[in-house]
């Protein structure tokens, strides 16, 4: 059969129309489908409004549409399907918008936030190829691989080759070829592991068994448990610019006292004689000053008597000599 008619209102069973080249292409509306396969259709195909039971369609470009539709025990591929129900079908490379779909596998699919895969909240999220999404809420997630999320929570995650996760939590979580079932998840990469029951935050867990919280067994018979802490996320970019471009602060040093130079020779013993002269002067001042003080508190309050002056004995300064010299300053200037 090389075209097909408008159908309105009809009952189609039995038709397979494989065409390398359409005459005319079909537009469906309101209509009844039932094991009949259609293949490379184009932009001109239409079907509205009808049910698909145990059909396959092929090769419907996202200008063409299968729209308001009721579609079970179907074979979708290379199509794009709008506003439509979606039972117990397999649905392959298509464009899913805005459409209920139940009980489904679906392989290299795009399904648009709006859609309901099983009872499932969904936003920003693509199934390619998941086995099983059932009674879940999934936010800017993938689910891969034939894997199976059921009563979940899932935020920013992957569950990717198989994985099984039911009536879990995970956030920020890589999830790939594991069994978790009752478990909260944050910040983790999981693979080959079986948890129940359990809390893991910032880790890498590989090839382990864990009930309630415990290790209790191990995946695999050749690769040992892997536990340790999952790499932290980078800094910002702006928190790294700043902190590269900033300058250390100065470390204050400690104040030091100018020490004089150290004069050499002939020079050096000089001056140090001269320092000897100034404290020899200093301590015969103090020396007077505490004999006075003395004869002072020695003679009585009422005592009219002026005391006697004692004769103090003559300063002798003594010069002496510096304690280093050096045996190769130059001598002394010579004195006339």
């Not at 079970?72 to 899913?96: G, M, P, W, Y």
């Not at 198989?162 to 909260?184: P, Q, Y």
Request: proline residues 6%; contains cysteine.
């Amino acid at each position: 059969m090389s075209s097909f008619p408008k159908a309105r209102k009809s009952n189609i069973t039995n038709v397979s129309v494989t065409p390398e080249k359409w005459d005319a292409y079909p537009e469906v509306s309101r209509s009844t489908l039932s094991d009949s396969t259609f293949i490379n259709l184009s932009s001109a195909t239409q079907i509205s409004t009808s049910t698909i039971a145990n059909s396959t369609l092929e090769d419907l470009p996202n200008e063409a549409k299968i729209k308001n539709n009721n579609v079970s025990h179907s074979q979708v591929q290379d199509s794009a399907i709008f506003s439509s129900q979606i039972d117990r079908s397999k649905l392959e490379n298509c464009t899913v918008t805005d459409s209920v779909v139940n009980k489904c596998t679906l392989k290299g699919c795009i399904v648009d936030p709006r859609n309901r895969v099983e009872r499932t909240t969904a936003s920003a999220t693509k199934f390619m190829g998941a086995k099983v999404v059932n009674r879940s809420q999934l936010e800017d997630s993938d689910i891969l691989s034939g894997s199976t999320v059921e009563r979940c929570i899932v935020r920013n995650s992957v569950v990717a080759e198989g994985a099984v996760c039911d009536r879990t939590k995970m956030d920020n979580v890589a999830v790939t070829r594991s069994r978790v079932d009752r478990s909260n998840l944050s910040n983790c990469d999981v693979m080959d592991c079986v948890m129940d029951r359990t809390t893991f935050g910032w880790m890498t867990l590989r090839y382990g068994i864990w009930k309630n919280g415990d290790l209790v067994g191990r995946t695999s018979t050749t690769e040992e448990v892997v536990i340790k802490p999952r790499t932290k996320p980078m800094q910002k970019s702006a928190d790294l610019s700043s902190s590269s471009t900033a300058e250390p602060l100065p470390v204050a040093q400690p104040l030091r006292a100018a020490s004089p130079m150290r004069e050499s020779g002939w020079k050096a013993a000089e001056a140090a004689g001269e320092q000897l002269d100034d404290s020899d002067r200093i301590n015969d001042s103090l020396s007077s000053e505490d004999e006075e003080s003395t004869d002072d508190e020695l003679i009585g309050a009422g005592s009219k008597s002026k005391p006697k002056a004692k004769p103090t004995a003559p300063t002798v300064h003594i010069n002496r000599p510096a304690s280093i010299t050096d045996v190769h300053d130059p001598p002394p200037p010579y004195e006339a």
